[in-house]
């Protein structure tokens, strides 16, 4: 039992590497968790309901990079992320016709977003702070990058919620999430999960697109049975 569980704790290091890419030792616990999590963003631009169990392993696989590298808030993030996947799955297979449109939030409630962004960002930075003062002998070391760490989180905590709702502007919070993780995981040097969230902020793009496009024909489509 304990040669299992060290064995699993070196497969989940850092330094549990599988290639050297262009100089950057990758390890399987990165592999694992931006291949999983292109995977997952892909599906839930397209729509499809795979994207939520791919989500939950995705998490995992992350909760255990977040922790190494300090980015505290990111990691408590996936635990809301594990638990949001498995609400969302089972809300896409109880999906009824109605239920599948993607609606707009609109004014009053977006600015409701922007308000609790702000103060739960202001809330999880300082929650975060004290971690290492709280539990020193788990939290070695202090948070890096305090607030902007807790933003990412709050807004992809918003943002997932929204996207298991259908709500059109789900997206254009994981743009806004993508482009902050672009510069703070580029700062955290591991470059592979940059890349991944390079081509999340595209991805992102393409789902604001295409929902909006859906959200357009929905709205068409009631417009012409109302009359």
Same mark, same amino acid.
């Given at each position: 039992?304990?040669? $299992?569980?060290?064995?699993?704790?070196?497969? /989940? %290091?850092?330094?549990?590497?599988?290639?050297?890419?262009?100089?950057?030792?990758?390890?399987?616990?990165?592999?694992?968790?931006?291949?999983?999590?292109?995977?997952?963003?892909?599906?839930?631009?397209?729509?499809? /309901?795979?994207?939520?169990?791919?989500?939950?392993?995705? %998490?995992?696989?992350?909760?255990?990079?977040?922790?190494?590298?300090?980015?505290?808030? $990111?990691?408590?993030?996936? /635990?809301?992320?594990?638990? %949001?996947?498995?609400?969302?799955?089972?809300?896409?297979?109880?999906?009824?016709?109605?239920?599948?449109? @993607?609606?707009?939030?609109?004014?009053?409630? !977006?600015?409701?977003?922007?308000?609790?962004?702000?103060?739960?960002?202001?809330?999880?930075?300082?929650?975060?702070?004290?971690? *290492?003062?709280?539990?020193? %002998?788990?939290?070695?070391? *202090?948070? $890096?990058?305090?607030?902007?760490?807790?933003?990412?989180?709050?807004?992809? /905590?918003?943002? !997932?919620?929204?996207?298991?709702?259908?709500?059109?502007?789900?997206?254009?919070?994981?743009?806004?999430? $993508?482009?902050?993780?672009?510069?703070?995981?580029?700062?955290?040097?591991?470059?592979?999960?940059?890349?991944?969230?390079? @081509?999340?902020?595209? @991805?992102?793009?393409?789902?604001?697109?295409?929902?909006?496009?859906?959200?357009?024909? !929905?709205?068409?489509?009631? !417009?012409?049975? @109302?009359?």
């Amino acid at each position: 039992m304990m040669s $299992d569980l060290g064995f699993f704790k070196e497969l /989940i %290091s850092l330094d549990y590497t599988i290639l050297i890419w262009l100089g950057y030792p990758l390890s399987l616990l990165e592999f694992l968790g931006t291949t999983s999590g292109l995977v997952c963003v892909y599906l839930a631009s397209r729509n499809h /309901i795979l994207t939520w169990p791919i989500g939950i392993f995705n %998490s995992i696989c992350f909760f255990f990079l977040f922790f190494q590298i300090q980015l505290y808030s $990111d990691m408590l993030l996936q /635990i809301y992320f594990f638990g %949001s996947s498995i609400y969302g799955w089972i809300l896409w297979r109880k999906r009824t016709g109605s239920f599948t449109q @993607i609606v707009s939030l609109g004014t009053k409630k !977006n600015l409701l977003v922007i308000l609790l962004i702000i103060v739960g960002t202001l809330s999880l930075g300082s929650f975060t702070k004290h971690l *290492p003062l709280w539990f020193p %002998s788990l939290f070695l070391k *202090p948070p $890096d990058y305090l607030y902007w760490d807790a933003f990412t989180t709050v807004a992809s /905590i918003i943002a !997932n919620f929204l996207l298991a709702q259908r709500k059109l502007e789900s997206w254009f919070l994981w743009v806004s999430v $993508d482009v902050v993780c672009i510069a703070l995981y580029s700062l955290k040097n591991i470059p592979f999960v940059t890349i991944e969230y390079v @081509i999340f902020l595209l @991805i992102a793009f393409y789902g604001c697109l295409h929902w909006y496009r859906e959200f357009r024909e !929905n709205q068409k489509t009631t !417009n012409v049975s @109302i009359r």
